[in-house]
């Protein structure tokens, strides 16, 4: 029971990493937060959290690039639960594949606010419930995408994101540590999701090829990790980047 007792808000819980990580969470003790903009697949994850694993599970639909969605997750896991002990920030979207010079502003300022922004948001609002309660850990999904020369062709935006996400999160983490507080961001590699072209044989079979390992993550094994960073077995880890990307980066280096 690695989160026994723990309250933590996950993002992006629908489908994919974020909704692995949240039956995941609550069969290791936790008492999960769930939030997504499609609220009839969080309703139906929150139910099964409920109702077959014995965990405890509440929900909120909303927006991540909305300043106050963000701060409406933290009241939610105080109001249920009685305080936040963590989150899981896994939002976070592609954009459109098109190299600079064809991409569209709005493009832009959509994945800055979702995968960035967002980020932002998130901090401003999770910090001072954590430090309610003596400390906490945070998560941020990151990507290899933008990290030791992991771009790649027509993802500049998304890139871009990631990147910055890296800094933003060893910032954090510096400006917390001393309070329990701690920061971290995972770094995936191809990933058998929805964005990651779950149900498309061509895709997967594409993206499979690029890693070394010859295949994509499950969502659950990209989970496992978040599990570990958000415990206390990761008690001595903060400001990192963990990278699980079926060797991506060694590829690509």
């Known amino acids: ?30 008492n999960v937060i769930l939030g997504a903009r499609r609220r009839h697949e969080l309703t139906i994850l929150a139910d ?14 909303g927006d991540v690039s909305d300043p106050s969605y963000a701060s409406s997750l933290v009241e939610l896991a105080e109001q249920e639960f009685g305080g936040l002990d ?7 979207i592609v954009g459109q594949m098109t190299p600079v010079t064809s991409m569209t502003i709005e493009n832009w300022n959509s994945v800055v606010a979702v995968n960035l922004t967002a980020a932002f948001h998130a901090a401003q609002a999770q910090i001072p419930a954590l430090q309610k309660r003596g400390g906490g850990a945070i998560v941020f999904t990151s990507s290899f995408v933008g990290f030791s020369n992991g ?15 890296n ?3 060893q910032s954090l983490a510096a400006e917390h540590a001393a309070e329990g507080i701690r920061v ?43 599990l570990f960073m958000l415990s206390d077995r990761a008690g001595f880890m903060t400001g990192s980047p963990m990278v699980v990307d079926g060797g991506m980066s060694v590829r690509l280096l």
């Open 48 to 61: 099964e959290i409920n109702q077959d694993n014995g965990g405890r599970a509440a929900l909120l639909s």
């Open 151 to 165: 771009g790649l062709p027509g993802m500049s935006a998304y890139a871009a994101t990631k990147a910055g996400m």
């Open 86 to 92: 963590g989150a899981f920030n896994n939002a976070g």
């Open 184 to 226: 971290n961001s995972l770094l995936p590699g191809g990933t058998i999701t929805p964005a990651g072209g779950e149900g498309n044989r061509e895709v997967l079979a594409f993206v499979s090829g690029l890693h070394p390992i010859k295949r994509m993550a499950e969502p659950t094994e990209i989970a496992q990790a978040a």
């Open 167 to 169: 800094g933003f999160v």
């Open 1 to 30: 029971m690695e989160l026994e007792k723990k309250n933590i808000i996950i993002t992006g819980a629908s489908s994919g990493i974020g909704a692995a990580a949240a039956r995941l969470f609550a069969r290791e003790g936790a």
